[in-house]
């Protein structure tokens, strides 16, 4: 048996356990389950008249979480992916998870030329609350950021805006120790190992002056780069405002290297029940990336120091709700550098309480290496079954 499987098997036979266990002995919902199901048919290629890639994902996500007692809060949460291309066998299924975790727990349950059944635990934790102390150990979201689409703050699990699928986003397998003075004020500190077993440590102060959050964050990024950054947000004449910058500079030859250096800001206004905007741009002294085509960026792992490719992003939302079931959205980046452009139009109806059917395009053109043009066109359609 595969060591993630030594892993993954005992896990979710003792949530099962625990489970039956709670059914006699543990007074309801502390002992809770919630997901969803979805299917997603999905079609990529460069020019419409050319080849189509075209897949089909099965998306259930479990998520189960136990309250022993009043101090200690449980949970473990997976995903399991049924993926089917007719292209796989040319090339790497991009459904494929692979862990970045300390803990490898990603599991290939079978797969053949042109299918794929995927398991992936990325929250398992437990954590302890007493007084002004919260202490959370095991796979765990840890946000830090303030702004929605780069994020120079998220410092320990970055994510992509492109990945709408996955709204949980990624964990990282960490302690965490949170520390609450006073209502308006937070400390923490959080340390993470990765599956290279580098390590990630910082520490981070929230605080309100003004009306606004301000944080400040220092540490190390992967053993690697000493780390500092900020971030704030607030409100000014009903329009929401943030923003974020960090600094990365090299261990290594410290005196005789040059960091890295980004900075985030963002802002968002609700006209009316129906009607929202978001605006927000990235700037980052990262080395300009000479990639081949957008689909070598879309399937790249993502870190916070390589959040764009180009040194200025510009990006624009518009959501508008033309009935209380019916919303749409149109999402925009222009990439001055090379000349591109991201537009990212989407659709999404509610057919009963808790069942929906979206349609999401993404397209993606710009010069690239030798100031050829490249296209990258990608359209979803989606049941969603939350439960």
Known sequence: MPKSAKIIFPIVFLIFTLQAKAQEEIPPRKLT??????????VMFDSIRNNWDVSNLIHNRLNFKWIP???????????????????MNTGENYYSVKDQGWMNLSLDIFSGK??????????????????????????QRINWSQTFVWNPNDVFNAYSFFDFDYVEKPGSDALRVQYYPNETSSAEAAIKINREKKITA?????????QYDFQFLGGLLNSTDYLAGAGWSGAIKGWTVSGELSYFHPKKHFRDTTGLFMASLATTHSFNDKLSVQGEVLYSSVKKQDIKNFEEFYLAPLTVKNLSFTHYNAFAQASYAISPLLNTTLALMYFPEVKGY???????YSLSDNFD??????????????????????????FKLNF
């Open 33 to 42: 389950l919630n997901g969803y199901i979805s299917s997603m048919q999905s």
């Open 69 to 87: 007692t009043s101090s200690i809060t449980t949970a473990v949460e997976l995903r399991n992916r049924f993926s089917y291309n007719h292209e």
């Open 114 to 139: 042109s299918f794929l059944l995927n398991t992936f635990v990325d929250r398992a934790w437990v954590a302890y609350e007493k007084g002004k102390f919260n202490i959370t150990a095991g796979r």
């Open 202 to 210: 910082a520490g981070l102060y929230r605080f309100n002056r003004f």
């Open 342 to 348: 991201f537009a990212g139009p989407s659709v999404s």
């Open 357 to 382: 059917c979206s349609l999401y395009v993404q397209r993606f053109s710009g010069e690239l290496m030798e100031h050829k043009r490249a296209n990258f066109n990608l359209a979803f359609l989606r």
